[in-house]
């Protein structure tokens, strides 16, 4: 009986379900990643046109430009509203990982800066660290012994 009247449920709110966009949420997301990406290389000819950076260097400051800018869009309110239009296409890109630093930083500041904002601040972005780090270190021992065994 109670098996049923689940299934009853399951069935009613199906119905009701408001149907989500894919094929838009896709477009979206394509073309505001794309555009953080174009962004992001026009920094980098930046970098090196003005500062004589190489393309085997430009990365590391591009990249600390880019999570500046989106800390300081997420500060004003900006970027939560880009996000909203784009989702994964804001999110998953080194974008993504400035606004969620910043993000629960401006949530807990209320707290201080020790046990709030200290805290807190990498309770999302920690994961992402530690296993970025994590597959880096594996990818380098696949490299290397790959190297040693003269494959590559």
Known sequence: MLNTDKQQYSQLA??????????LNCVRA??????????GQGISFFYMFYFDFTEQT???????????????LTGFGIYD????????????PVTGFGNAVISAA????????????GANMFKLAGS????????????ALIKTS???LGVI
């Open 58 to 72: 430009v990365g590391d400051p591009t990249v600390a430009t880019l999570i500046f800018i989106t800390m300081l």
């Open 30 to 39: 394509f073309i505001i990643g794309g555009l953080i990406c174009v962004v």
């Open 106 to 117: 401006m949530e807990h500041r209320s707290e201080g800066f020790v046990q709030g904002v």
């Open 81 to 92: 509203k880009w996000a909203q239009f784009a989702g994964a296409g804001t999110a998953v």
């Open 14 to 23: 199906t119905k009701h379900e408001k149907k989500r966009p894919i094929l």
């Open 146 to 148: 790959l190297i040693q």
């Open 128 to 139: 992402v660290i530690l296993f970025g780090v994590f597959s880096a270190f594996i990818i």
